[in-house]
């Protein structure tokens, strides 16, 4: 065999195996992150971290408005102690995430003395990270984190990252567009682990180890 035949035939083995490789790893995160939040169990919780999502003309998204309904039923049935914490900055709309968020939660009987607003953020991680702050200053300790099923294990993985003591709180309504988001949510759990935990790192030593 010649020497560019050998080497032709390694690459394409080790492409091979790289693909194969590949394969399992998306096929185990579709599997873990359909697990996170299909185990979900709710237990009472000082706090509800609701994660931001989009805001329509002064209103929530669908999606938003999703994750609002859950947590108003965890308040309704008790199992939120002490505070609901909305985050979310502004995005395109001039209204910010928390601020829709907590007119919304009002509206469906949630007291506003009950209701903290974040509205610096602009991510997942940011969106927990000044939580974190907000729950260091009232005394919280565990925390549901509210938002969609296919988010919720990246959302627990940055919570833990931050010395949150979080429990999901899914929604459990499937998006017509599922299969796509998951395959992001992949592409974003890869990504937080390669990077993004440099951030939390700096974030912990700045403010909550020091």
């Excluded at 108003?72 to 002490?82: E, G, P, S």
Aim: glycine share 6%; proline share 3%.
């Amino acid at each position: 065999m010649s020497i560019k035949r050998s080497f032709w035939k390694r690459g394409l083995a080790a492409l091979g195996a790289l693909a194969l490789a590949s394969t399992a790893y998306v096929g185990y995160q579709w599997y873990d992150i359909q697990r996170t939040w299909q185990s979900a169990t709710f237990d009472t919780r000082d706090t509800a971290i609701i994660l931001g999502a989009g805001v329509w003309d002064g209103k929530p998204s669908p999606a938003l408005r999703e994750r609002l309904d859950v947590a108003v039923k965890l308040y309704r049935q008790r199992l939120i102690r002490n505070y609901i914490i909305c985050t979310g900055g502004v995005g395109d709309d001039p209204r910010s995430e928390a601020s829709v968020c907590a007119e919304y939660l009002t509206g469906q009987g949630v007291p506003a003395e009950v209701i903290l607003l974040e509205e610096r953020s602009t991510s997942t991680l940011e969106n927990l990270a000044n939580a974190r702050e907000i729950m260091r200053e009232k005394n919280l300790t565990y925390a549901f984190v509210v938002t969609h099923g296919f988010h919720t294990k990246r959302a627990l993985l940055m919570a833990e990252d931050l010395s949150i003591d979080a429990a999901a709180a899914p929604v459990t309504i499937r998006p017509i567009n599922e299969r796509y988001l998951v395959f992001r949510e992949v592409a974003a759990i890869t990504y937080y682990r390669l990077g993004g935990r440099a951030r939390v790192a700096l974030f912990r030593w700045s403010v909550i180890d020091r």
